[in-house]
């Protein structure tokens, strides 16, 4: 599976992005596709996930109410909507296909798109 992020850019704080993974090579199916950021100088962070056999959804605590993974099977993509965006959420984002159920751990995930990057101005 090969992953392709896109969607990143520079925001003002309060402000609304959405991120997209695409797929090519194949489709989603039996994969969960996660979204994880890495901040300069910090350890890369799980951000959310989705089942895509049943749209099943996993968010981290500090951004549930602000972000949304969702998926679109007809394009084969999900997307992270990011609304209210905070300085600290500034990152590269990474999303990643694994079979596996621990969807938190990155070294569970086999695939990995190339990140986009999110800035959040003050």
């Known amino acids: 599976v090969q992953l392709q992020a896109s969607g990143g850019g520079l925001v003002q704080a309060g402000g609304s992005l959405r991120l997209s993974c695409a797929a090519s090579g194949r489709t989603f199916s039996g994969y969960a596709i996660g979204w994880f950021r890495q901040a300069p100088g910090k350890e890369r962070e799980f951000v959310a996930a989705?089942?895509?056999?049943?749209?099943?959804?996993y968010h981290l605590d500090s951004v549930k109410g602000r972000f949304t993974i969702s998926r679109d099977i007809a394009k084969n993509t999900v997307y992270l909507q990011m609304n209210s965006l905070k300085p600290e959420d500034t990152a590269v984002y990474y999303c990643a296909a694994t079979t596996s159920t621990y969807y938190y751990t990155s070294q569970k995930y086999d695939y990995w798109g190339q990140g986009t990057q999110v800035t959040v101005s003050s």
């Open positions: 989705i089942r895509w056999s049943n749209g099943g959804t």
